[in-house]
Each structure stands twice: as C-alpha cells, then as structure tokens.
C-alpha cells in the first residue's frame, strides 16, 4: 500500500463469508431471469471473499490509485448528466457513453439503487472501502464502452472475463464462466464461446486496469485513441461470434447486468 496516503477502511467491517451454496442459488435466480441484476451482485457478495480489500490495496500500490483516492470523485451525478456529455466531440468516450446509455435506457443512478436494494452490512460502514467498491460499481458501463463489448448475454459474460482479468473476484469468474455456458447450449458450434471468453480474459490480462484511471479525463478524449493507449484490443471474436448468433437468426439472450 502506498506510503502516500492511508486508507480508512472501518476496523468493524466483518470478513465476508464464503457461501457457494447461496451463490448457487442465485445463479439459477439470475438464469431464470438475465434481468434480474441484483442476482448478480449477490452471487459477487457470497463468493468474492475478501478480494475486494486485496484489489483496493492493489489499486493503492498505484499512483494513479492514489491520485484517484484523494479526490474520491463520486462518478454517477456526472455521467448521468447528458447534456455536456453530447456537447463533447463525436468518437469521444463522454459523448460515446451517453448514446450508449440513452440508446440501452441505462442510468447510473439506476444501477446504484439496483445494487442497494439487497440487505447487505457491508455498506453499513461509510469507509474508502465502500468509495472503491462503489467505483467498480459505477465504471461497468464505461468498461462497455471501452472494451466494445455489448450488453447481449454474451457480450456481458465476456466483459466479466475481462474484468476479472483485472481486479479479480471469484463471483466474477463464476458468472463468467456460467454464463458462457448457458450462451453454449443455444450458440452453434462455429461461434466457438469458449474461445470468446478466453479472448476477454487475455484482453484484461494485457491491458492497462481501468478502474485506476482517471474516468472524467477521458471523457473528451477520442475512444480509440484511449483504447490504444490503455491497450485494449479489438474484440474480434466476440463481433463474430455476435454476427454468427445473429445470422443464425438466434437472438441474443438477455443482458444480465
């Protein structure tokens, strides 16, 4: 952890328990249902451990996590503001984020409730803790934009890949994991999902990590100038394995987050 700066995190906050068996459960909840968005953040909660504090202290170690402490900028009031998001030039990631949101009817405020309505302790405790799992929270829609990946079922489960690539979480992985097995049982083989998957993977593992960037700096920057700087790589598999459901004439499934 840097010796720049130290973390408030609450000393009551318990050690989140290992449950697989309620992970398990809300997987079949989250299967009957890919709009069921609270399954998924509750399967995160009984798998994840202590993962999150392990991630945090990770994202301390960097300077740019750091820098990003300090201010302890709270993203969704100013990504829900559209209005100068579309006054930013066009192929700007501010600008790409907001048509992305309107043309999806995406809020962030909207995945904050979804994430709040669970009982759950952990958010008890107003600590940087909280701050950085709020930020992991509120990036997703701007890992969308960055990565290409799409909010269709297998655009999601991929994203996941990505994602765990970069901050870890076995709750992760395993809706990764199972989400791209549910998209393998109606895909045809060409497609190839599980070479899909392991493509987002790898492009986690290569690129820089999102969540310790400055978000609002990138907002005016043109996205695939951003992409090549953060060496995101093109999701060449996952458009084509896209285009093969498509002509197939299998619509995609639902997106679960």
């Not at 984020?97 to 008890?124: H, I, K, N, P």
């Amino acid at each position: 952890m840097s010796a720049t700066v130290v973390a408030n995190i609450d000393p009551n906050r318990r050690q989140p328990k290992f449950r697989p068996l309620k992970a398990w459960s809300h997987m079949q909840k989250l299967i009957a249902n890919k709009e069921d968005t609270e399954q998924v953040f509750l399967i995160i909660e009984s798998l994840n451990g202590n993962n999150l504090q392990k991630d945090f202290e990770r994202f301390l170690a960097s300077d740019r996590g750091v820098e990003e402490l300090q201010k302890r900028t709270y993203l969704p009031p100013i990504l829900d503001q559209h209005g100068p998001l579309h006054n930013m030039p066009e192929g700007s990631v501010g600008r790409t984020y907001a048509e992305f949101m309107e043309r999806e009817g995406l809020t962030a405020a909207g995945l904050v409730t979804e994430s709040e309505t669970r009982e759950s302790d952990w958010r008890d405790y107003d600590d940087d803790l909280l701050w950085y799992a709020n930020r992991l929270r509120d990036t997703h829609d701007m890992f969308h934009i960055l990565t290409g990946y799409g909010r269709d079922a297998l655009g999601e489960a991929t994203l996941l890949g990505f994602t765990h690539s970069q901050n870890g979480g076995l709750g992760i992985r395993f809706i990764n994991f199972m989400g791209g097995r549910e998209i393998s049982k109606v895909a045809p083989k060409s497609a190839n999902i599980r070479a899909v998957l392991r493509e987002g993977r790898e492009h986690g593992k290569v690129a820089k990590r999102i969540i310790e960037q400055d978000i609002l700096a990138l907002l005016p920057r043109q996205l695939e100038d951003v992409r090549a700087e953060l060496n995101i790589n093109e999701p060449a598999l996952y458009k084509r394995a896209k285009s093969m459901l498509e002509d197939a004439g299998i619509q995609p499934l639902a997106a679960a987050a």
